[in-house]
């Protein structure tokens, strides 16, 4: 019969084991408190709550192409700017487009764009934006946040604990070091589409009803499913051009690094 101090080694290893293999706590973990931001959307601040998105922190959104990663994105982005606060949006691929992230709420006067022309523009970018403690936020997306390695991943959260800088990187959750390091895991299922009759006596799309697992938390009790719907003039998307000369005129853009720096030098 083992002894009350072998059965608590033995609890304490198995639970070692399963958050190495599961890249998170236990469900049953001790919760901890650390302050946030909330994304707007009651649902999901609730599922979170009370810490929401940690300041200082790695959060991984992830999930295939057209599920919701970016709506989540434009939600949180909207809440910061609103409270005045810089953020910033590396976008290597062109996706971010502006009349979206206005309709979303998100204050375009706040928010800085950076379009890195290759994976090493996209660290340099990050490293600048976190280490700079002038943004509130800093989103990461495309393809190319998938070749973060684990020494890239540990110097970008090291300056993000210094600064206070929330880093949101939009993943497919390919990346095991993202995955290691990341405080937050959300993993967005997909979408289903809303329907409402018309005028004409048909169906209109009216949105879409969005499925969230968080898969890993600190702050939070992992394991829970949030649904929520977003109405379609809400519905945030990326749509890659071919040709950088394409891009919407709307769009708030930076064309390289140096001039990412001089931006937030001037609203630090």
């Known amino acids: 019969m083992m002894t009350s101090a072998q059965q608590k080694s033995r609890s304490t290893l198995l639970r070692g084991l399963l958050e190495s293999r599961w890249h998170g706590p236990c469900a049953h973990g001790p919760i901890t408190s650390t302050s946030g931001w909330p994304t707007g959307i009651p649902a999901l601040d609730h599922a979170l709550a009370p810490a929401g998105f940690p300041q200082g922190r ?38 971010f487009f502006a009349p979206a992230a206005r309709r979303a709420g998100i204050a375009l006067e706040q928010i800085i764009v950076v379009r890195p022309r290759d994976p090493a523009a996209l660290r340099r970018s990050a490293d600048a934006l976190v280490r700079s403690g002038a ?12 070749e973060l390695q684990t ?45 409402q009759p018309g005028a004409d006596g048909g169906d209109r799309l009216s949105g ?39 891009a919407p005129s709307a769009a708030v853009s930076a064309a390289a690094s140096n001039v990412v720096l001089t931006a937030v030098a001037a609203g630090s």
């Open 58 to 95: 790695l959060i991984e959104i992830f999930g295939e192409r057209s599920c919701g990663k970016t709506t989540v994105a434009y939600a949180l982005l909207a809440t910061c700017t609103a409270a005045e606060r810089v953020c910033a949006y590396v976008d290597p691929e062109h996706g």
């Open 135 to 146: 943004c509130a936020v800093v989103v990461l997306d495309g393809r190319s946040v998938s």
């Open 151 to 195: 020494h890239h991943c540990a110097r970008l959260i090291a300056q993000a604990e210094k600064t206070g800088t929330t880093l949101v990187a939009l993943s497919r959750g390919e990346n095991s070091a993202l995955a290691s390091f990341a405080t937050l895991r959300l993993w967005m299922r997909g979408l289903c589409a809303l329907w």
């Open 208 to 246: 879409y009803g969005i499925d969230v697992e968080i898969v890993k938390a600190r702050s939070a009790a992992a394991g829970k499913c949030v649904s929520f719907a977003s109405p379609l003039s809400d519905v945030a998307g990326t749509w890659p051009l071919a040709d950088s000369n394409d």
